[in-house]
C-alpha cells in the first residue's frame, strides 16, 4: 500500500504543483481591461452588432436589453431574438423596443418553428447574424447585465491587440454558499484544464470562447463559416473559439472584474442543473470517456485529501504538496473573483457533486436517446454528427 501512495500521490502533486506553477506565472499575462487604460473611446467607432438571442427570459431580458441601451458606445445595435418562447419574453423585447431610448438602436425578431438540423440557440444566433450590419458582432446571452464603458473597452483592446474574436471573462454573482462553492469548483477545474494565457499563442491549440461575451470580426465569423458550421453543437461558444483558433485568426481573452455579470445558478443544485445538458457533450457523447473522465475528476481532485488522512509517514508529503498547490489556486482565484480561499475546505464535497453531474448527464442523454434543452429534444444520434 505504501508504494500505492508515493505513486499516487507523486502524480497527484506534480500535476497540481505544475498547474499551479504554469497560472501562476500565465495569468498575469491576461489583460484586465477595467484598468484606466482601456477606459477609452477605440479608433474609427467601428459599428458593432449586438445579439441577444433568448427562450423563456422574461425575468432577465428586460433588465439586459436596457442596460445594454445605455452603452458608453455612439455605433452599435442591438438585434433581440424572441426563439420560440412559451412565457413572456417576446412581449417584454417588443415593450423595450418601443422605448425612445430603442428608438432606432434595437430590433426584435421572433421565431416560431426551428427547422430541423439546428440546436434553437445557434439558429437563432445565425438568424440575427444575417441582419447584422455591423463590423463586428457581439453574441451574448439575455441574463447577461452590462456595465456602461464594456464594449468601448473592450474594442479598444481588440483593436490594439489586432485580434479577429475576443472573450470577455464574465463576474459570477453570487447569493449562498453553495452557488461559490460549486463555481469555486468550476474555477479550479478551468484553470487546471484550460490554458487561457495560452489563447493569443498561435503555436498552441489552446482555444476560448464563452456564452456571456463572444466578440468576432464580421469578416471572421463568416470565413469559419458562420453558426451555420455550429448548427447542432450543444458548446456552441466554446466551439466557435476552437472554430477561430483552427483557421489561424487571432484570438484573445481579457479579464474584467465587473464589466459583465451574471448569476449562473440558484443554489448548488443549480449548477448541477446547468451543467447536465453540457458534460456528456464536453466528452463527445461517448460513454467509455465520460467513465474514464469521471474516475479522473475524482481522483486529482478527492484523492489528495484521502490520502492525506489514510497514508502514514512521508508518504503524506506528496498529498500535502498537492493540496498546498490547490489552495494555491483558490488564493489566486480569490483574487479575481468574489470567492474567498477558505472554500477550498469545500472542495470534496464540490468535488462529488461533479463528479455526479458527469455520470448523470450520460445517463440522463443515453436514457432519453438525446438532450432536452430549453424544452426541445435533440436526438443523440443528430448531436453527435454536429460535433465539432
Known sequence: MIYFHWIAGCILALAWFSRLVSAARGVPQVTNIATDEWNRTPPGTPHVTIIVPARNEEAHVEQSLSQLLELDYPNYEVIAVNDRSTDRTGEVMDRVAATPAAHGRLRVIHISDLPPGWLGKAHAMWTAAKEASGEWILFTDADVMFEPDVLKRSLSYAIAERADHMVLFPSFVMHNAGERMMIAFFQTLFVFGHRPWKVADPKTKDFMGVGAFNLIRRSTYEAIGSYQALRF?????????????????????????????????????????????????????????????????????????????????????????????????????????????????????????????????????????GVIWRGTFYPLEELRKGLV
Do not use: C
Request: no cysteine.
Open 233 to 369: 453543437e450543444v458548446l456552441d461558444d466554446m466551439k466557435l473559439g476552437k472554430l477561430v483558433k483552427a483557421a489561424g485568426f487571432a484570438q484573445r481573452n481579457v479579464f474584467g472584474h465587473g464589466l459583465i455579470t451574471i448569476r449562473w445558478a440558484h443554489g448548488a443544485m443549480g449548477v448541477v442543473q446547468n451543467l447536465t445538458k453540457n458534460m456528456f457533450a464536453v466528452m463527445s457523447f461517448r460513454p467509455l470517456m465520460t467513465l474514464l473522465g469521471a474516475a479522473t475528476l475524482g481522483f486529482l481532485n478527492l484523492v489528495p485529501f484521502f490520502g492525506l488522512l489514510f497514508a502514514h509517514g512521508w508518504a503524506r508529503l506528496p498529498y500535502a504538496v498537492a493540496l498546498a498547490s490547490m489552495f494555491g489556486i483558490y488564493v489566486g482565484m480569490s483574487w479575481m473573483s468574489d470567492v474567498p480561499p477558505y472554500y477550498f475546505a469545500l472542495h470534496p464535497a464540490s468535488s462529488l457533486l461533479f463528479v455526479y453531474i458527469v455520470l448523470r448527464s450520460m445517463v440522463l442523454t443515453l436514457a432519453r436517446g
